[in-house]
């Protein structure tokens, strides 16, 4: 398949987001393809830092927000990278699993955070009811941060489909030794 914006690789690495390369942005494919825009990048990084290290939600909620999202979007790139993830944090093979089914047949927390991503997904905004389960089980901070964890994920889904993003290799070759039944 080609890629109309492949990742870019540290020989042709923007100068001006140098210093940048040897953090998260060098670490993954879907940061060296935002690379084209470094502009773009630099921004992305301070919401980045906030999602992925200060959420609210916790690494565990956040993945399954995350993975949730992924299913929805049907966006390979970020299921099984946070298939990867997701196991690193302690998220069980049948957790993750259930993420991509009927919200039933999910642990009460987890249905109640997938639901919020179907909602909002769906509807754009959670129902009063939605809100006060929420702010009891998770608590303020958390809903605006899982609100704010699904438009960074969502842009992301949006850039990694239309560009064509792969997987990047380490990732596909440990969820392929490790839990091939989860990759999709």
């Keep these: 398949m080609s890629h109309p914006f492949p990742p870019i690789p540290d020989a042709d690495w923007p100068a001006e987001i140098a210093d940048m390369r040897a953090g998260f942005a060098g670490q993954l494919n879907v940061y060296r393809v935002m690379a084209h825009h470094p502009d773009l990048l630099r921004a992305w990084s301070g919401l980045r830092h906030h999602i992925v290290n200060k959420s609210a939600l916790g690494r565990e909620r956040a993945e399954v927000v995350i993975l949730r999202l992924a299913h929805r979007l049907s ?97 596909r070759d440990d969820l392929s030794r490790d839990a091939p039944e989860l990759m999709v």
């Design 75 to 171: 966006s390979s790139y970020e299921w099984n990278q946070h298939v990867a993830r997701g196991l690193k944090v302690g998220l069980s093979k049948g957790r993750i699993i259930s993420l991509r089914g009927a919200l039933a047949e999910m642990a009460a927390e987890d249905a109640l955070l997938a639901g919020a991503v179907d909602t909002l997904l769906d509807h754009h905004r959670l129902t009063p009811e939605q809100m006060r389960q929420l702010e009891s089980q998770i608590g303020r901070h958390a809903i605006l941060d899982l609100m704010a964890t699904m438009g960074m994920y969502l842009t992301l889904g949006f850039m990694l489909e239309s560009t064509g993003c792969p997987l990047d290799a380490r990732v």
